[in-house]
């Protein structure tokens, strides 16, 4: 009988076995399938790999998807995990992609690339003691390129609402704090005070704007410079 094959991770569709039969998988999910426009989605390109295939050379996924922004893959995480009694090695590449606009949009399917390894034929390699050592030996191993592909994911994306919306909205979709101080404090009619506003939070800032003064008479003001930091951990 047949061991079964490895399961999408919570709220990805099931993948469908590929080249690599049911030694390797690659399923894609989302966090959820229904967000705003511009909302930030995280999403989870995952890689099963048998214990009992030799691969090499897994390249990053590649993920399309029309009217979605998808950031880059970074580097992934990468565990061991037991499914039905085997056990498979798992990469998991993790991003996130925002919607450009409302309606249904369909997110992948993600392929990925590799190569399996295999014995060539009439290879002297035949004892045990030295199958440990194969995959590492050219003059015995031949590759085969391998394109594992995911299922898709259709995603809803709804129009932001306008009940509440304040006035001086600018686009700036996810939860944010804002810090704002000025310096120096202590001066005289005519000299030059800096003011910061720092915004934090997770969300997409792509389409916002800079603060605005909502009262700045009795100051001659200039265009805000953004600069962008790294998040701390």
């Known amino acids: 009988m047949a061991a079964a094959a490895p399961q999408a991770p919570p709220g990805a569709p099931p993948a469908q076995p590929g080249p690599g039969g049911d030694a390797l998988r690659l399923t894609l999910s989302a966090a959820t399938n229904e967000v705003y426009v511009h909302e930030q989605l995280p999403v989870e390109v995952s890689l099963y790999i048998a214990q009992t295939a030799r691969i090499a050379d897994i390249q990053y996924p590649a993920l399309p998807g029309d009217g979605l922004g998808i950031d880059k893959f970074p580097e992934p995480e990468r565990r061991q995990q037991v499914l039905d009694g085997r056990t498979f090695e798992v990469f998991r590449f993790r991003t996130t992609v925002v919607p450009l606009r409302t309606g249904t949009l369909r997110l992948g ?94 969300g997409n800032l792509t389409d916002a704007s800079a603060p605005r003064l909502t009262d700045p008479s009795g100051f001659r003001t200039y265009d805000p410079r953004a600069v962008a930091t790294e998040p701390t951990t």
């Open 109 to 202: 399917p993600s392929t990925l690339q590799l190569n399996v390894l295999s014995r060539r034929r009439g290879s002297p390699f035949n004892d045990p003691f030295f199958e440990r050592f194969f995959q590492d030996d050219p003059f015995s191993t031949e590759r085969r390129a391998v394109e594992l592909r995911s299922d898709p994911i259709d995603i809803s994306v709804l129009p932001l609402p306008e009940h509440d919306r304040p006035a001086s909205f600018s686009g700036a979709v996810g939860s944010f704090q804002l810090q704002v101080s000025a310096a120096p404090v202590d001066l005289v009619a005519g000299d030059p005070l800096t003011l910061r506003a720092t915004v934090t939070g997770t």
